[in-house]
C-alpha cells in the first residue's frame, strides 16, 4: 500500500515495533513455559531425594518409625514423596470452614494426622483445588472430599468442649 508522504516516515517508524511484538511475546512466552519446566524439574529432583533418604534408612528403623505414625514404611514413603505442601489444600477448607488445628484436637486426639495423611493421599486434589479457587463455599466438596465427614464433625462439635 502507498501511503502519502506524511505517513509513509509513520509507518515506517511503527513497523520494525510491529515485528518486534510477536517476538517479544514469544520470548514471554518460551520464558514462562521454561520456568515452569524448572520448577517441575526442581520438584522431581526434591521428590527422588525424599524418596531416596528413606530408601537409605534400615527397613527396620523405617518400620519402627513408620509405626509411631501409625503407618507402614511404604505408606510414610509414599507420604514423604508427596512433600511438605500435601495437605496445604485441607487446611484452606479448614479455614473456610472456621476451624483451626486445635478444634480437631479437641475433637479427638490424633485426627488432625489422619485428616494431614488422607489429604496428602487424595486423588481429587485438582478438583479440590478449583472448587477452593471458584466456588469455596459450594458444599459440593462433601461429595468427593475424604475428610469431609471428619471435619464437618469437627465443626458441628466446636465450641462444645473447654479450653
Do not use: I
Amino acid at each position: 500500500m502507498q501511503w502519502p508522504a506524511p505517513c509513509a516516515s509513520l509507518v515506517a517508524y511503527f513497523e520494525p515495533m510491529e515485528d518486534a511484538m510477536p517476538q517479544a511475546e514469544e520470548r514471554e512466552l518460551a520464558a514462562g513455559v521454561l520456568n515452569a519446566a524448572a520448577h517441575f524439574l526442581s520438584r522431581v529432583r526434591e521428590w527422588w531425594r525424599r524418596r531416596a533418604e528413606l530408601d537409605a534408612m534400615d527397613p527396620a528403623e523405617l518400620e519402627r518409625m513408620a509405626s509411631d505414625f501409625g503407618m507402614t514404611g511404604n505408606e510414610l514413603k509414599d507420604l514423604a514423596a508427596r512433600g511438605p505442601d500435601a495437605a496445604n489444600l485441607l487446611y484452606e477448607r479448614m479455614r473456610l470452614l472456621g476451624l483451626t488445628r486445635a478444634d480437631v484436637e479437641r475433637a479427638a486426639h490424633g485426627l488432625m494426622r489422619d485428616l494431614e495423611r488422607t489429604c496428602a493421599c487424595c486423588s481429587d486434589k485438582a478438583t479440590c483445588e478449583l472448587d477452593l479457587a471458584a466456588r469455596p463455599d459450594d458444599p459440593a466438596w462433601e461429595g468427593y472430599c475424604p475428610n469431609a465427614l471428619g471435619l464437618t464433625g469437627v465443626k458441628m462439635l466446636k465450641g462444645r468442649f473447654p479450653l
